[in-house]
């Protein structure tokens, strides 16, 4: 008796199939997951680089998102901003025209009063407007832990420091103006001149000219921090915009990465599990019959 | 030739025909055995004797057949192969088994592993800088970075678990081990007695290779025939068992790792295949591996933190240089959450020359009274037309807490202006402790303190939150703890994913060869039950014989001569 190469034994007959069928049961589970995650991706060494990618794509999405958190809180601040700032520039036209009147001489004492009267409640307006506080900080008061920039005189009680946001990757942007850049120094500060101003109506008239130029000054000042707020503004929303299309960018990429291809997995299963049923009866077929089986 | 000798031909015709019916019907009773071989008769034909006797005749035809042994179908260097290769697939399972283990203590790509952590504790650091004033916003960022440490430590304990884990399997593996050694001893040696006295040794010899193959997988031993059909079984060219003589090894942990040394003189034993070779390359290797880059990616992150929360510095540009009309500068400093002592700097001009030595010396005196000689160390540089840039860098262990001395930011915010420092005014605090991934935690003035969170600088005013806005961009960092945590995690990717495909292509290796092996030795129920029909034939004929000459001896005997 001779041992050939070709001697198949009963038990590598099932020891194969098995092996075989776990091969096969194996690929099923695993489609069978994708199927039911819907992710191409559960675990690192599914795929290195892409596990990878996709981190940094999960954390540049969350990172966006804290982004658009943080520019809506700049549009707030500079928004505000702008709205005081509109306002009182229009107050501080008024607040011209009103001495452009009591420069007329023709004005009696009382005349003179009323209007300074009206000076002094458009000063206390600004003040308020001054006082303009978003999500509870006086945004003209810098980094003071305060409720407001000015007090009830006019006295600056900021501190001037930049407030700034992360609006984007590398983007930092600067959402306060400070009360002593936007209403001059303390001393010879906005309220300042409207006190004298309102002063000068009361009791004497000939300084209104010299202080009417001044208010020009300190109104130009006011105009050109207005027009810093609004390019600022500006720059917030179209960063915005850029948040949200980075946003969605992302977005693609991680599904492009991360998901599976419905339509494919779905098709894959079908064809394993057939695959798998073609093996379980195959091997049925393969390792029952015997000589036994056949002899009387 | 003798009337009768047809009979004995007879006899031996079915004693040899049934001998290897015997034969096939172990066979087939041992279809599914593990380790056992199949067995055929070798029937030769009784001939002429080799050394014919003086007067001895003989006709030239035979005297019958007879057993004259069963052959065992066994390739023992096919054995001394499947050894190497079970013992390389055993080692190669153990290392897959690994690297799938640990790769699901990092949960990763997900909602809730560790990049998501550190993502959420960054985004919180936004959230302080938005609102520095707002105590919940502290909270937050605090609850955050206990969980990201937590979980530090938790991924790291779990690592230190499995190994442990690991050390007792070995243990469990090398006590098999030593008793499989022993068996295998004393199984060679009743082997050698029976070959010595002639007696069959098939089913020991079916025992022992079996014994062998699972000890050269638990152990990645190699196999090698000896004299009287023993099989020695070798570590690395040192002998755990030679022929009827077994040693044994013993599991050393004493060193923080895992050693294999020999009993008989406590060497240590190369094992480098096998369950035990892979596990130990898991104990001593893959394991701690992991843990060490879980370290690096926790002390980054402390690193990280603590140097743009923790330092003490400030600066004086060009014309704030001349301080002599401040008169004294004063801040206090304490070390290691002691008592603060105040630090006094008399004001002066260093805005010349020599300004720099001059603050340097006249605050490191100052610091060196406050908190002790050797404590603190103060750096103060540039100068004479340029800005002055002031440290203050406490010596290695040691911590330093600076604060505007009660009733005064003078001298702390002129000197050390950019100084983090928390809503309660201190700065130089730690926010991470710890020296690994397994003791990562807030630090203690930060735990339970939003206050301390130092959002601003010193001199930035009360509601600063530039440090913060600093922090919260640190994620992007290529040099951070995200970049050395995704890092890790590559590695980790690509290491299961060879583990597993080296370890399903030496499965495939194993399988062909144990296929080869079972074509040589395995029972084939087809070719038995062939065996049988032939031998069964065999009988019928030898008896057909046999009745054949009963009745030519009934014819002789009982009728000749009668008409």
Redesign the interface.
């Known amino acids: 008796m001779s041992s050939s190469d070709f001697r198949i034994p009963n038990s590598m007959l099932t020891t194969n199939s098995v092996n075989a069928l776990q091969k096969s049961f194996s690929k099923l589970a695993d489609l069978q997951n994708e199927a039911s995650s819907l992710k191409r991706i559960t675990k690192p060494s599914d795929a290195p680089a892409d596990t990878v990618s996709a981190m940094q794509l999960h954390a540049g999405l969350d990172r966006n998102d804290q982004y658009t958190r943080n520019l809506s809180d700049a549009q707030g601040w500079l928004g505000n901003a702008d709205n005081a700032l509109t306002s009182t520039v229009t107050q501080l036209q008024q607040v011209n025209d009103l001495v452009v009147q009591a420069s007329n001489s023709s004005l009696d004492a009382n005349a003179r009063a009323g209007i300074a009267a009206q000076i002094d409640s458009i000063r206390s307006q600004i003040i308020g407007l001054a006082n303009t506080t978003y999500a509870g900080r006086p945004i003209f008061a810098g980094t003071a832990s305060g409720t407001v920039a000015y007090d009830a005189n006019g006295q600056y009680v900021g501190v001037s420091a930049p407030v700034d946001r992360n609006i984007a990757p590398g983007q930092r942007i600067q959402v306060n103006v400070n009360g002593d850049t936007v209403f001059g120094q303390p001393g010879s500060d906005l309220f300042t001149t409207l006190s004298q101003i309102s002063n000068a109506v009361r009791n004497d008239p000939s300084q209104l000219n010299t202080l009417q130029t001044q208010l020009g000054t300190q109104t130009t000042q006011v105009q050109g921090q207005l027009a810093l707020v609004g390019s600022q503004f500006s720059r917030v929303q179209s960063v915005q915009n850029q948040n949200t299309s980075d946003g969605l960018t992302m977005k693609q990429n991680l599904s492009s990465i991360e998901d599976a291809d419905v339509a494919e997995v779905m098709v894959n299963l079908q064809a394993q599990s057939v695959a798998y049923q073609a093996a379980l009866s195959a091997t049925a077929q393969a390792i029952t019959p015997s000589l036994t089986d056949f002899l009387k | 030739m003798s009337d009768f000798s047809g009979l004995r031909l007879a006899l031996t015709a079915l004693q040899a025909q049934q001998r290897s019916v015997d034969v096939a019907a172990q066979n087939v009773a041992n ?2 055995t593990p380790g056992y071989s ?1 067995e ?1 008769v070798n029937l030769v034909n009784i001939g002429a004797p080799a050394v014919p006797a003086r007067y001895a005749t003989f006709q030239g035809d035979g005297q019958g057949v007879k057993v004259d042994s069963v052959t065992r ?1 066994r390739d023992s260097f096919m054995e001394i192969r499947a050894a190497l290769e079970h013992g390389s697939m055993a080692s190669l399972d153990q290392a897959s088994s690994t ?2 283990d640990i ?2 203590q ?1 949960n ?2 997900s909602d809730s592993g560790i ?2 952590q ?3 504790f ?2 919180g650091f ?2 302080v ?5 707002d105590t919940a916003a502290r909270t937050q960022l605090l609850e955050r970075a206990d969980t990201l440490a937590a979980s530090f430590n938790s991924i790291s304990q779990s690592l230190t678990q499995q190994k442990s884990d690991t050390i007792s399997e070995l243990n469990a593996n090398v006590t098999s081990i030593n008793s499989m050694a022993q068996q295998l001893a004393q199984l060679n040696k009743a082997i050698k007695t029976n070959t010595v006295a002639g007696l069959p040794v098939n089913d020991l010899e079916d025992q022992r290779d079996l014994l062998a193959n699972q000890l050269a997988e638990a152990s990645g031993a190699t196999l090698r025939s000896d004299d009287f059909n023993q099989v020695d079984v070798m570590l690395n060219g040192t002998a755990l068992v030679q022929q009827d003589t077994a040693n044994s090894l013993n599991l050393d942990t004493s060193g923080g790792g895992a050693v294999l040394r020999w009993a008989n003189d406590n060497s240590q034993a190369s094992v480098t295949s096998g369950k035990a070779g892979g596990q130990l390359d898991a104990i001593n290797a893959t394991i701690p591996n992991y843990l060490s880059k879980l370290d690096s990616v926790a002390t980054t992150l402390r690193d990280q933190v603590n140097g743009a929360l923790g330092g003490i510095s400030g600066s004086l540009a060009v014309g704030s240089q001349d301080q002599s009309a401040a008169g004294n500068l004063n801040f206090d400093v304490s070390l290691d959450g002691g008592a603060f002592a105040t630090v006094t700097v008399p004001g002066a001009d260093w805005s010349g020359a020599g300004g720099a030595a001059a603050l340097q010396a006249s605050l490191q005196g100052a610091i060196d009274t406050a908190v002790g000689a050797g404590n603190a160390t103060a750096t103060v540089t540039g100068g004479n037309g340029s800005p002055l840039s002031v440290s203050i860098t406490p010596a290695a262990t040691h911590q330093l807490q600076v604060r505007a001395t009660t009733g005064s930011t003078t001298g702390f915010s002129t000197l050390l202006g950019s100084t983090p420092v928390g809503t309660d005014g201190v700065g130089g605090r730690q926010f991470f402790t710890g020296t690994d991934a397994a003791t990562l935690q807030v630090a203690a003035g930060v735990e339970g303190n939003p206050a301390g969170i130092a959002a ?1 600088t010193a001199g ?7 440090v913060a ?1 600093d922090l ?2 640190m ?2 960092s290529q040099t951070g703890a ?1 970049a050395v945590y ?1 890092q890790m ?6 290491d ?2 060879t583990a ?1 495909n080296r370890d399903q292509i030496q499965q495939s290796a194993t ?1 062909s060869l ?2 080869a092996r ?10 038995e ?3 049988l ?1 032939q031998f069964q034939h065999g009988y019928d004929a030898a008896a057909r014989l046999m009745t054949t000459i009963d009745t030519m001896l009934d014819t002789l005997i009982n009728h000749t001569g009668l008409v």
Request: no cysteine; proline share 4%; charged share 20%.
């Open positions: 279809a599914n199949r055929a179908f690297m799938n790769q699901q990092f990763e790509p990049q998501q550190l993502s959420d960054w985004a936004d959230d800088a938005n609102d520095p004033g601003g930035g005013g009360p509601l600063d939150g530039s806005l919260a961009d994620g992007s995200d995704r995690i590559v590695q980790l990717g690509v299961t994913q597993t399988q144990d296929n079972s074509q040589e030795s395995g029972v084939s129920i087809d070719e039950m062939t065996n029909i």
